[in-house]
């Protein structure tokens, strides 16, 4: 029996999660299309028949699939289980945050750490070999590197059969990455401020990052020559994500966006399909979330936002 209700039984031989090639229980869902899956490491999520072979047979998505495994499993922790369509996994697997060094990863599996500790003096559980994909790492011989590095830093201590607990060095450095914006809840929108624009502002990007636990950051657009204000570059520091709007194509966008880039702070991208003029090819190639109306642009943006944005997803206390 399942947390989440009887399960059926699937009548295809696999067996095995097509992510991580662990065994899971299914549930068909109410389309034939589609079922559910609740994998240990991935969490639960729901694939459809396409996506499914996509995941087991297309080279292309198989070297990836533990990007997809990462988002699945923040999202199901988040209580917001991802449903995975042939046309979306191209999409998550570009958004995927994939640690650029051991140190960002070192950092990803503290705040992890830190995220499941109740108190500075609590103690925290870890489990290699499924929670490995929250560092959106390839396998668990990874994660148990991260972990012993950790240790040997002095930032956790960590002993045969104990609990994790993290230091007093290990709480500087969660200070530290807190004041660079890396635990910051707020979320930096970068749009043309154009009356048109007001209600997808007001009606799908302020909406869905409230409903995501950021605290949104719009402040007035203006031309520049050369210089952007320093406000703006210290509310970009201050933020964990930043929102870049490109509906038309305004050039402090593309500024701001890049800036986040270089920081490291997630940078989700947004257009209204209808618009017109082409995208610099400078960011062509990144993925866009293409809106029809308010209503498309929340349910979109939140969706990415759970999906690419780790331990990050839950309204409340930031993590």
Known sequence: M?????LVQDPRPETLC???????????????????IECPRCGRYSIDRFAEVMVRQDPAIVSKRYILSAATRQ??????????????????????RVPRTP????????????????????????????DYPLLTVENAGTA??????????????????????????????????????????QAFIAMAFDRSLDAARDQGFIPALEATGFTPVVLSLREHNGLIDDVILSEIKRSGLLVADFTMLKGGVYFEAGFAMGLGIPVIRTRKAADDGDLHFDVSHYNFIFWADETDLREKLERRIRATV???ANKGEPQ
Request: aromatic content about 6%; charged content about 20%; hydrophobic content about 35%.
């Open 2 to 6: 399942s947390q989440f209700g009887p």
């Open 75 to 96: 999202a199901s922790d988040n209580n917001a289980p991802l449903r995975l369509v042939t046309d979306e996994l191209p999409a998550l697997i570009s958004v995927g």
């Open 144 to 185: 148990n590197w991260l972990m012993y590095q950790l240790s040997q830093s002095g930032l956790i201590t960590q002993e045969r059969g104990q609990p994790i607990e993290i230091t007093l060095r290990g709480w500087e450095r969660i200070e530290a990455l807190r004041t660079t914006g890396t635990l910051s809840n």
């Open 18 to 36: 097509p992510l991580c090639e662990q065994p899971f229980d299914v549930r068909q869902l109410e389309r034939i299309d589609s079922i559910w």
């Open 103 to 130: 140190q960002e990863a070192m950092d990803r599996l503290l705040l992890v750490l830190h995220a499941r500790t109740q108190s500075f003096r609590g103690h925290t559980e870890w489990n290699n070999a499924v």
């Open 310 to 312: 780790p331990g990050r």
